[in-house]
């Protein structure tokens, strides 16, 4: 079982949509999580850390779910600019090392 | 202040020669994360060092991958007689320490092609 698992997508959806992506990770001892986006295989830029209270930033609200090993990540109102690759990444353990999933590929329509 | 460095952006490498990639991280950061991505394909770890010392180095190909990070300058990463496999973009993040409430600053890469 991979670390940290996303759906892949692509998830194409018109401007102004509502969209949800999904993540679980398997370490329990796993104490931060964070949402990253990264734009045609350029550097991953930190979109926000996900806290177990929920976190929302403008369009963007992250949820955490500890009991169940989830993290999700709501994009309301899209733009065309959101296109992009979302992934989700957890720490390992009581370490330094961050576990990235595979991403989820989304591509906003006109 | 600038960002993490990474050098060279481009880097193309014949079969059997040896490639050197070079990351400067943060002001002020002493943590180094070197992670590779494959084409079509996420990011993987592959190393963690601290000045001097390497952490982790779980996610390393066993054999042709070294990494160190000095006491002075650049944290190098160095694959030995590249294939045409290792033909990827590599990444080079910094941290300030174990905290990770702010997650990790990204260099913009150095992507090698092996021909």
């Known amino acids: 079982r991979k670390e940290v698992e996303q759906d892949p997508g692509p998830f194409n959806v018109p401007e102004g949509a509502t969209v949800a992506f999904n993540c679980t990770y398997s370490?329990?001892?796993?104490?931060?999580f964070f949402w990253y986006r990264q734009d045609c295989r350029k550097e991953p830029k930190l979109l926000m850390s996900v806290y177990s209270s929920g976190n929302e930033d403008g369009r963007f609200t992250a949820q955490l779910n500890r009991a169940s090993q989830y993290i999700s990540l709501l994009i309301r109102d899209s733009k065309l600019s959101d296109s992009a690759t979302y992934l989700c990444v957890v720490n390992s353990g009581n370490t330094g090392k961050l576990i990235f999933g595979q991403g989820t590929t989304l591509q906003v329509k006109p | 202040n600038a960002g993490v460095m990474q050098n060279p952006r481009h880097l193309v490498r014949r079969r059997g020669q040896e490639a050197r990639l070079r990351c400067s991280p943060m002001k002020g950061h002493s943590h180094v994360y070197w992670y590779r991505q494959l084409p079509e394909e996420g990011l993987k770890f592959m190393v963690y060092?601290?000045?001097?010392?390497?952490?982790?180095e779980s996610g390393m190909p066993k054999e042709r991958f070294s990494a160190e990070f000095p006491k002075e300058g650049p944290s190098i990463l160095r694959i030995q007689q590249v294939v045409r496999g290792d033909s990827a973009a590599y990444f080079c993040?910094?941290?300030?320490?174990?905290?990770?409430?702010?997650?990790?600053?990204f260099g913009s890469g150095t992507r090698l092609t092996v021909v």
């Open positions: 993040a910094s941290s300030p320490g174990t905290g990770l409430y702010n997650g990790y600053t």
């Open positions: 370490n329990s001892a796993s104490q931060s």
């Open positions: 060092l601290q000045k001097e010392n390497i952490i982790d």
